[in-house]
């Protein structure tokens, strides 16, 4: 099988974490993971494109994402003329802070954030402006305690917004189901393992014990999705996974992820995904490096 690149950052068991502020003419960096978390701020980045998991977003002029969980990622030059790129990277162990402590009241939406960047996660320019000014800085900062503290604080205002986005399915991203509803996470646990199979509404209201009707208004009202939009999506994270993962033909990862049509399945991705099976594997491809 093949795999991509996995990064070995410069941390050291000794530093609280890696920064590194740069200015260049491209993004030429492969599709690549590491265990580490990852903030990464762009500027003059309009057109370029960001890859995380199965999500592929066209940026704007300003970019910043929280990668965690070793996710594989890449920013792509796509249609960005712009010079220089600014790039701002930290990369710090999940162990800076320590379960102990971001257990703590003070520390829950930070500790929710890090969860969810198992996905990997864009913040809006708001939230973007909300920090910029720390983040320029944080580079200048020659005391690494005061450079430790304004870390938490960027991070404490990125989490306290609570306007951020996630990017990749999980699915594809292989995260937990993290829903606070017992109901829901048995039924998101039992879509998970049978969604190469015909799943019905009467099956998983029966599971929850509801009516069809009422369970179909309590799952988008808990989840945010329809159950068909939902179903839909954890099929197309296993269908990237494989389109990325595997040699398996289009065809084959149709079928195997529980779709019965190659029609439907190629217009639902070209909806979801904004290209084909084909372009979106082609897309990985081009940044694959074999380890």
Not at 58 to 74: F, S
Not at 208 to 218: D, E, I, K, L
Request: aromatic letters at 10%.
């Amino acid at each position: 099988m093949e795999k991509y690149i996995t990064e070995i950052t410069p941390l050291s068991d000794k530093d609280c974490f890696y920064l590194v502020d740069r200015y260049k003419d491209s993004f030429d960096f492969p599709i690549h993971r590491h265990d580490e978390f990852e903030l990464n701020f762009v500027a003059n980045c309009a057109g370029a494109r960001r890859i995380v998991g199965d999500s592929v977003e066209e940026l704007g002029q300003y970019d910043l994402a929280l990668i965690g969980h070793g996710i594989e990622h890449a920013w792509e030059q796509h249609k960005c003329t712009d010079r220089p790129i600014r790039e701002i990277t930290i990369q710090f162990s999940s162990k800076l802070f320590g379960e102990v402590f971001l257990s703590k009241n003070p520390l829950s939406s930070i500790r929710q954030m890090l969860e969810n960047s198992a996905k990997g996660i864009a913040f809006p320019m708001s939230s973007i402006m909300r920090v910029y000014s720390r983040l320029v800085a944080l580079p200048s900062i020659t005391d690494n305690f005061y450079r430790v503290i304004e870390l938490l604080t960027i991070l404490h205002e990125l989490a306290s917004a609570n306007d951020y986005h996630t990017l990749s399915s999980g699915a594809f991203a292989n995260s937990d189901i993290s829903s606070e509803s017992r109901r829901i996470q048995k039924i998101q646990k039992h879509i998970n393992a049978n969604f190469r199979e015909e799943i019905r509404l009467e099956q998983l209201a029966s599971i929850a014990g509801m009516s069809p009707t009422a369970f179909s208004r309590f799952f988008k009202l808990r989840t945010g999705r329809s159950l068909s939009d939902y179903i839909i999506d954890v099929r197309l994270g296993h269908a990237v996974r494989s389109l990325v993962d595997t040699s398996k033909s289009i065809a084959e990862i149709c079928y195997d992820c529980g779709f019965n049509n190659i029609s439907h399945f190629n217009r639902i991705f070209k909806k979801k995904k904004n290209c084909t099976p084909k372009a979106f594997r082609e897309m990985y491809k081009r940044h694959k490096l074999l380890v």
